[in-house]
């Protein structure tokens, strides 16, 4: 993988001012991917989004670990039969005129 | 714009302590967040209200207003502000530092963030912006080919690139489109969703194209050429001899494109449907009678 494709823990930190504790637990819990490369902690930067919502849940809404653990599975399955509704309601319409 | 009751909003009495408030506005703030409610308007305009509602209760200066004046607190406010921004103006005058302290601060994050607590452990993080969600209706031939399009998000125009293919329902991303960054952080994205429409003869499953064709009676039984039109033009095809009611061929690659795989296109099935001759004339009568004997 680039070096680009990650960000070290401890810059995210400081841009976000959350605790690096925070990353840690997350990844506890494994709703984050740490990355060690010469001993620095990385996240890929194709989860700050990701990162950036449980920050928001954590902080703003006081959810705690064992709550974003539950949510984010929850929220995953809503997503994937999101997902499903579409493709059926695209086969609905192929059938609806016969 | 029409009254709105805060209290009504966040489900408290107008006696409610600060405390009530608090507890009523995190309560209904995990139930409308957007984090929870992906693409939830209803959710997101009630979420809008509820940090509204908090915004102006949490504050005990906001919320006397609002008690006073009710429906008019707004106009307070504005004579409040401007009261304040001559007030500000003499200090400056008097040449005094106009500086903010750190409660102001505070206040203005409370405002970008609706009134939310943001003062834990001194944070001043900087946020994405909000994300942007959008609806772009277009026509099946639309998203045929790769189709260019400039739409208006917040009075500015963007340009963009819908590739050929998408679904209808499908999201796409453009990035650092959405609301601005908050405290020097990124803006957020926009999010376009596709609603198709199909007013064509074809009907559509992901990269593969259904429809019918109508065959004569003779066409089918003795076999023959038929011009059959396709999604981007028409083609010949072999009728073969004898071909039953309901037959369906298979036209490769003649279907929808694939997304993102350019060059690449699914297949166009075509079911025939005989169509048997009507109004038959005496000669055509005696003629069918005698095939029906020779069976």
Request: hydrophobic fraction near 30%.
């Amino acid at each position: 993988m680039e070096v680009t494709d990650l960000i070290s823990i401890k810059t995210f930190c400081t841009h976000y001012n959350v605790p690096p504790t925070f990353i840690n637990e997350l990844q506890e819990y494994e709703l984050i991917e740490i990355v060690v490369s010469n001993n620095v902690n990385y996240i890929k930067t194709t989860q700050i989004t990701e990162v950036e919502k449980m920050i928001r849940l954590h902080f703003d809404l006081n959810i705690n670990l064992e709550g974003l653990d539950a949510v984010y599975n929850l929220l995953q399955r809503v997503e994937n039969l999101q997902n499903e509704i579409t493709t059926l309601h695209n086969k609905l319409r192929l059938y609806e005129d016969l | 714009m029409a009254f709105i009751d805060y209290y009504k909003v966040l489900g408290i009495a107008k006696t409610a302590s600060e405390k009530d408030i608090k507890k009523a506005y995190r309560k209904l703030a995990r139930k409308y967040h957007p984090d929870l409610n992906p693409n939830d308007k209803v959710a997101e305009k009630k979420f809008k209200e509820i940090n509204e509602a908090n915004e102006v209760l949490s504050n005990a200066e906001n919320r006397k207003k609002y008690d006073t004046y009710g429906e008019h607190w707004q106009n307070s406010e504005a004579y409040e502000q401007a009261k304040h921004q001559q007030q500000q103006q003499q200090r400056t005058y008097q040449g005094q530092s106009g500086t903010y302290s750190e409660k102001d601060f505070e206040d203005i994050f409370g405002n970008m963030f609706g009134g939310q607590d943001f003062s834990r452990g001194q944070r001043s993080a900087r946020f994405k912006g909000q994300d942007f969600n959008a609806e772009l209706q277009l026509e099946l031939k639309d998203v045929y080919e790769d189709h260019k399009r400039t739409l208006t998000v917040n009075n500015k125009n963007i340009r963009i690139t819908i590739p050929a293919g998408v679904e209808n329902g499908q999201t796409i991303k453009i990035k650092g489109h959405g609301g601005k960054g908050v405290n020097g952080g990124p803006n957020g994205d926009l999010y376009i969703q596709f609603a198709i429409k199909n007013h064509s003869k074809f009907k559509r499953d992901k990269d593969n194209l259904y429809t019918n064709v109508d065959l004569d009676l003779y066409t089918a039984m003795l076999g023959g050429d038929l011009m059959v039109d396709t999604f981007n033009g028409k083609v010949k095809l072999t009728i073969k001899p004898e071909t039953q009611n309901g037959t369906k061929v298979k036209l490769k690659g003649k279907g929808f494109p694939k997304y993102k795989k350019e060059g690449q296109f699914g297949d166009l099935y075509i079911t025939y449907q005989i169509k048997t001759p009507t109004k038959l004339t005496d000669k055509e009568k005696e003629l069918f009678t005698q095939l029906q004997k020779l069976r």
